[in-house]
């Protein structure tokens, strides 16, 4: 069984950094691509960025490139998420996820319980 555990939510004014992070577990974890999702309230869940199994490959909707960047350790089975210059309109709560690159996306099969981001004068 794969798990996924976030951290490091919290609130956050415009223009300020955070920094997310993602811990998997499971035979199968390494194998798999990883990345971040949110869900702002009345919103649907939106994908925000993704890194392959071998951490080659990045991937990021175009609302947080230039902005957010995110890294893995496969040693450790974790990602990261820097979010930098951050906007109210980042406020969500960020899913970590596990699965596959389909185009330019992640497609997940195995989620974490989430992390709040709140960001606010």
């Known amino acids: 069984q794969v798990t996924a555990v976030e951290s490091g939510g919290g609130l956050a004014r415009p223009g300020d950094s955070l920094r997310l992070s993602c811990v998997a577990s499971?035979?199968?974890?390494?194998?798999?691509?990883m990345g971040w999702f949110r869900q702002a309230p009345g919103n649907e869940r939106e994908f925000v960025a993704a890194i392959d199994s071998s951490a080659s490959k990045t991937f990021y909707a175009d609302s947080v490139k230039d902005r957010f960047s995110i890294f893995r350790d496969n040693a450790k089975n974790t990602i990261d998420l820097q979010m930098n210059s951050l906007k109210p309109e980042d406020t969500a709560v960020y899913y970590c996820?596990?699965?596959?690159?389909?185009?330019?996306?992640?497609?997940?099969?195995?989620w974490g319980q989430g992390t709040q981001v709140t960001v606010s004068l």
């Open positions: 499971g035979r199968l974890a390494s194998t798999l691509s």
């Open positions: 996820a596990l699965g596959f690159i389909s185009g330019t996306i992640l497609r997940g099969i195995h």
